[in-house]
């Protein structure tokens, strides 16, 4: 999908906070490279090399436009920045540290894609991964029946995932005969948004933008309508005008031999 990065940073705390989160967790000294999958418009990059300035990373994504961005708002030494589609990535070297904040979750087949990750993971390197786990709320769900009803179902049957990201026991099972050690948790935040249809706003720059890109011009807008018209339902304000929107996401860090 064509990838929008100021509408993408509109909630870019709410955004950047799980990254914080996983950073967290991964214990590396000096890692001397450093890989980042989905690195979108470059914000998290740059807490990594805020981190370990003396690391070489590698910026990865598919959006000529977040890469832009990324470009222009990150100007830390040591920064390779790639345009690449992560589904078809064959890494020719081995990483100290694999970070990926809110990406893999758009790659199908995660039993195939999580072994090769880790094969990119070099002795005693982590692999370091938040995903959204969050499509069974109503803010996904809505936008997932609509488009499955008449006309939408003809052009989005094929294109619908109404569960990207895997249980958490999957994951585990995935990686545990590649790591010595595996951590594994979900964290659900509740989001203070405030705007007219903040969630709306939300999903239209990541998980919304998608299906109308798969669909015919004339068909988005309508499409667009009745999914805010639904969503601002699902999530009405509250007395002080916000609305809150919770949100799960599933993290994993794992530590190799």
Known sequence: MRWNP?????????????????????VLDAPRRI???????????????????????LALDSSV??????REKTRAKGIEW?????????????????????????????????PQLADAVAPEGVL???????????SHARMHELALEPPYR??????????????????????APRFETIDIWSTEYLQILRGENPVADWTRATWLGGLLEALPQTLRAPFEA???????????????GSTLFSFKRLFIVATAA
């Open 6 to 26: 100021q509408a993408y940073e509109a909630f870019a705390d709410h955004r950047t906070r799980p990254a914080i989160d996983l950073l967290g967790r991964v």
């Open 35 to 57: 890989v980042d999958l989905g690195c979108g418009s470059g914000g998290v990059t740059r807490l990594l090399a805020e981190r370990w300035p003396q690391a070489s990373i």
């Open 65 to 70: 436009e977040m890469l832009a961005a990324a």
């Open 82 to 114: 790639q345009q690449v589609e992560l589904a078809s990535w064959c890494p020719s070297e081995r990483f100290n540290l694999v970070f990926s904040n809110a990406a893999l979750h758009w790659l199908a087949d995660h039993p195939k894609w999580f």
């Open 128 to 138: 370091a991964v938040q995903m959204p786990s969050n499509f069974a709320a109503p």
């Open 154 to 175: 003809a052009h989005l049957e094929r294109v619908v995932r109404p569960a990207p990201v895997l249980d958490a026991q999957t994951y585990y099972s995935l990686l």
């Open 226 to 240: 009745e999914y805010r018209r639904r969503v601002l339902g699902a999530y009405p304000k509250i007395a002080d």
